[in-house]
Every structure is written in structure tokens, then in C-alpha cells.
């Protein structure tokens, strides 16, 4: 079944600490996202990549980086500037483009800083 | 700026009755809306979408509704199911075709 598979699901991590969320898709899209969900808080866009080697910013960049080598795979680094790093993770995926708006989610990465 | 936001945070429904989750918005510009269903420790799930030269858009037991005089849009849920239990997100699309979403609205079905 195509889809997107993020790992982990609950990821521990020490203040100070880098930590990488996995996200890998097998829906032959072009466009990839990271969002972030704080409880009763909508979604907020982290970064996007519509295309391999390229991404741009989302609304809330700061503290994170990301990497598109290859159209499969997205993955996300929360570094240690950001400073209140925990919460929900979602990454997501469509055809891209100014017409495709409807997103295919994973199931989420949850983080927790100790 | 562009902003989404909903009038209730929860809504509890009685079993078989229909649900209404409203939601509003700023951007008159805006021309595209969706809706979307997050359960408990998942990722959001496609429910419905609209195009601003839409008034009503039917799917299977959903209808969205869009009244752009007002910036308002609405998901009605037909007799609603134990299975609908969820938080239902409203988004519409900014000016960089990315979606801005609301902070999303508990339904509760009461058995």
C-alpha cells in the first residue's frame, strides 16, 4: 500500500541535543512538508520541498533543518536552537504544484525534550 | 494577515443526530478551503474540499458549505457515527498556495 512512513513515533530527547525524524514516502510525489502540531493549536508549516535538492521555509523555520536528496525521503532535524522543541511532528506529501492542495500525513513523530 | 479560526473548540453530539463544525476565515482572496479529520495519535485524514466558486460540495455523509459574503465555511456530518469521534480541521489556501490551518474542533458523540 502507498503511503508515508514516519520514525520514530515517540522520540526522548536531552535539551541540547540534535535528534532527526525520519520521513519516507512511496506515493511517487514531488512535494514533501513538515509541520508541527502543538496541543490545541492548528498546524504550523516547518518546511517544503517541492522538488529534489530544492525546499523553502515555512512559517516557523527556526531551530530546524531539512534535506531532500532523494524524492522518497524527507527528513527533518530539530537542532538544539530551537528552543521549545517539543511537540507533535507531521510530515506530509502531494503532486505539488500550485493546483494540488490535498496532502497525504503520516502518522506522526511525537518528541519530547527531557 | 491570513488566519483561520473556529467559533468552538468542542462539540458534543448525540449518536444518529447531524453535526455542524463551522469555521471562519480572513482571507476574502482566499480559493480553496478543505477539511480534514485527525484521530487521537494520528495524522489528518482528507475529508472534503471546496473551490470558491463553490457554494456546497457534497461527499459521502459530509457536505461543506461556503459562504463567502460572510468568510464562513462549515462541515455538516450526516447521522453521526461513534467513528466520527475526532478533531476536525478547517484550512484554506494562502497566498503561497500553503494551506493555513485553524486550531481545530473536538467532536464528542454522545452514545
Known amino acids: 500500500d502507498g503511503g508515508i512512513t514516519q520514525s520514530p513515533k515517540y522520540l526522548f530527547r536531552k535539551e541540547g541535543q540534535n535528534v532527526t525524524l525520519s520521513c519516507e514516502q512511496n506515493?511517487?510525489?514531488?512535494?514533501m512538508y513538515w509541520y508541527r502540531q502543538d496541543p490545541g493549536q492548528g498546524l504550523r508549516l516547518i518546511y517544503y520541498s517541492q522538488i529534489v535538492n530544492d525546499f523553502q521555509k515555512g512559517d516557523i523555520a527556526e531551530g530546524y533543518s531539512v534535506s531532500r536528496e532523494k524524492k522518497e525521503s524527507f527528513p527533518l532535524t530539530v537542532t538544539s536552537a530551537q528552543k521549545n522543541p517539543t511537540a507533535f511532528y507531521l510530515c506530509a506529501s502531494n503532486d505539488g504544484g500550485s493546483g494540488a492542495n490535498v496532502l497525504t500525513f503520516g502518522a506522526g513523530s511525537r518528541l519530547t525534550v527531557l | 494577515g491570513e488566519s483561520v479560526g473556529l467559533h468552538l473548540p468542542t462539540l458534543s453530539v448525540q449518536e444518529g443526530d447531524n453535526s455542524i463544525i463551522n469555521c471562519a476565515y480572513s482571507n476574502s482572496a482566499s480559493d480553496y478551503f478543505i477539511w480534514y479529520k485527525q484521530e487521537s495519535g494520528k495524522g489528518p485524514q482528507f475529508i472534503i474540499d471546496?473551490?470558491?466558486n463553490m457554494d456546497k460540495r457534497q461527499g459521502q455523509r459530509v457536505t461543506v458549505l461556503l459562504n463567502k459574503t460572510v468568510k464562513h465555511l462549515s462541515l455538516q456530518i450526516a447521522a453521526t457515527q461513534p467513528g466520527d469521534s475526532a478533531v476536525y480541521f478547517c484550512?484554506?489556501?494562502?497566498?503561497?498556495?500553503?494551506?493555513?490551518w485553524g486550531a481545530g474542533t473536538k467532536l464528542i458523540i454522545k452514545p
Open positions: 484550512a484554506e489556501r494562502g497566498s503561497n498556495y500553503q494551506l493555513i
Open positions: 471546496i473551490r470558491s
Open positions: 506515493l511517487n510525489h514531488d512535494a
